[in-house]
């Protein structure tokens, strides 16, 4: 368990997990493990890192980052309430010294009669024979006496509050350390979610025996809202995603959460460990490697979270920061447009530079991205933060066990008003010298790029997403595009980045073809909630 004082607030991340389930963001096991990675140096409590019944690659990525991290963050997996579900979790988490397994089963009324088909009595006994089965599972390693124990009553906040009640408490009885009340669809409002753990705290008699934790999903863009009314009640632990990644509308972001804590320190009267100037170095990480792009005003994360346009605000804050500003950009880490280096700079001055912007390259990773800022530094008169990072970003990549089956050689385009928009890709397959190349037409350009690539790899993807967005400001800025196909009814995305936006698109399109290439599991995962 981590060293949490009463006023310290679980930061329990579940990115891994519910934020996977978010369709399209399926992440392979090198990129789990990078991201976990990157949440044990944020300082989250708990990482929750998968479901590890759902599928061998899930098991296989909670077992990796138990087995990396376990010694530094707990680690933990989720688990319906059943035995094999159970032993599943703690098969992949067994080798971590901080482990938590987390069962749930559905209480609220419509749950219990459309989906689970039992009744209360059903719910309560089930509840208490699996709770019990994992904590004497969890006890059978000589160290553990006391088990990290997670029970979630599945959409509590539509459950009748005296059925909840029952729950919890047979929960916490049977050996849950934690309970966890989940909004599953959104529906609570901060009133309500308050007075629901005010209702636990009020009614079950052993709820100081446990740590009452919060998972609020935002179909009504209430999440963060409702999260922190939880914390205001007494909810110590906060379920949560880096950039409110999760399932449909997505789950209370992390980075919210925490600078609400810590901006309104004197209204909540508590704290988090994280490392606050890690928060945009993640989020650009996780969206990254996800594909979803964060939107340019969210909330501690997006460019223009610290950008004051109004010529008002600026000279208020020429006077005084604190005029416009509640939270310094430092402190969240927040990369702004700041003109950086000419070629002329040198080796030295770049390195010091990739350094401050908190990435650690290799040398070889380090030469290559040196190479192209020299020649970015040709094409464009002013190179900033911003796009050192686009290029890093788009070597880190390099490292996922993505194996791009087909390489870009070139590509040609041919368009204009009434003109026939054509396209001449040229692209090499791994393992085969002689490269490959196709004509095609389409309605524009990237259409007739999309066809030739489809018609050399033999991968039918279907575009789904599609957005280009300038990295800064500038005429001559690079331009980073993102594509979503899907591909048996699998999404997958790419990004690619380039000052040629025809070029940076075909190779997003690319790196998504290469993708759907290399799953293992060309399905989408079903999973039954329960039997
Ligand atoms: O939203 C939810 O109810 C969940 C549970 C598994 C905790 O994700
Ligand atoms: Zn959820």
């Given amino acids: 368990m981590s060293a949490t004082q009463p006023d310290t607030i679980t930061i329990f991340d579940t990115t891994l997990r519910d934020g996977e389930q ?60 059943r035995k094999e579900d159970i032993d599943r979790a703690w098969e992949a988490l067994k080798e971590a010294e901080k482990c938590r397994i987390h069962v749930f089963l559905a209480t609220s009324p419509i749950h219990r009669e459309f989906k689970l088909k039992m ?63 989940p909004d599953t669809v959104g529906y609570a409002t901060p009133l309500h979610f308050k007075h629901c753990i005010e209702y636990l705290k009020a009614n079950v008699s052993n709820i100081n025996k446990a740590v009452i934790s919060t998972h609020c999903h935002n179909d009504l863009g209430l999440a963060v809202a ?20 999760g399932e449909r509308a997505g789950n209370a972001a992390l980075e919210e959460i925490v600078m609400a804590i810590r901006t309104r320190g004197d209204f909540y009267g508590v704290k988090t ?4 100037p890690k928060l945009f170095p993640i989020s650009r990480l996780v969206s990254r490697i996800t594909g979803m792009t964060v939107q ?8 223009n979270a610290f950008a004051h346009e109004a010529g008002i605000h600026q000279h208020g804050m020429l006077q005084n920061r604190a005029t416009y500003e509640i939270m310094k950009p430092d402190d969240v880490g927040y990369v702004g447009s700041n003109l ?28 290559k991205v040196f190479q192209e800022f020299i020649t970015l530094c040709d094409k464009k008169k002013d190179v900033y933060d911003s796009d050192i990072i686009a290029l890093i970003e788009s070597h880190i990549g390099e490292k996922s066990d993505v194996t791009d089956r087909w390489k870009l050689i070139s590509v040609q385009t041919f368009a204009g008003a009434n003109a026939i928009p ?19 037409t389409g309605d524009g350009p990237l259409d007739a790029i999309f066809l030739a690539m489809k018609r050399i790899t033999g991968v039918a993807g279907t575009l789904r997403n599609f957005q280009v967005r300038s990295v800064t400001g500038g005429e001559d800025a690079q331009g980073e595009s993102f ?38 599991q060309p399905t989408k995962r079903v999973l039954a909630q329960h039997d």
């Avoid at 990004?495 to 293992?520: F, H, P, W």
């Fill in 22 to 81: 978010s369709p399209g963001c399926s992440m392979n096991s090198a990129e789990k493990l990078e991201i976990a990675k990157s949440l044990v140096e944020l300082g989250v409590d708990v990482i929750e890192a998968g479901f590890p019944i759902a599928s061998p690659d899930d098991f296989e990525a909670v077992r990796t980052i138990a087995r990396e991290f376990g010694n530094r963050t707990v680690i933990c997996g989720l688990a319906r309430c």
């Fill in 119 to 181: 009744a209360e009595d059903q719910i309560l006994k089930s509840t208490v024979e699996m709770v019990k089965y994992t904590r004497d599972l969890m006890c059978s390693r000589s160290d553990i006496t006391t088990p990290n124990l997670e029970f979630s009553p599945e959409d509590a906040a539509r459950t009748e509050l005296d059925f909840l009640c029952q729950v919890v408490e047979k929960a916490i009885d049977a050996g849950a350390t934690t309970v966890n009340i």
């Fill in 226 to 245: 409702n999260s922190l009314a939880g914390v205001e009640a007494g909810a110590r632990q906060v379920e949560c995603t880096i950039n409110g990644l």
């Fill in 273 to 276: 460990n994280i490392n606050t």
């Fill in 296 to 303: 340019r005003n969210k909330a501690i994360v997006g460019q």
């Fill in 340 to 367: 950086v280096l000419g070629k002329h700079s040198g080796r030295h001055a770049f390195r010091d530079r990739v350094k401050s912007l908190g990435f650690e390259l290799e040398t070889a990773v380090f030469e």
């Fill in 422 to 440: 054509t396209a001449t890709v040229e692209l090499q397959c791994e393992g085969d010298p002689q490269p490959k190349r196709d004509a095609a």
């Fill in 483 to 520: 594509v979503e196909i899907l591909v048996n009814d699998k999404a997958y995305h790419g990004k690619g980045i380039s000052t040629d936006i025809i070029q940076a698109s075909a190779e997003a399109y690319l790196k998504a073809l290469n993708r759907a290439m290399s799953d293992k």
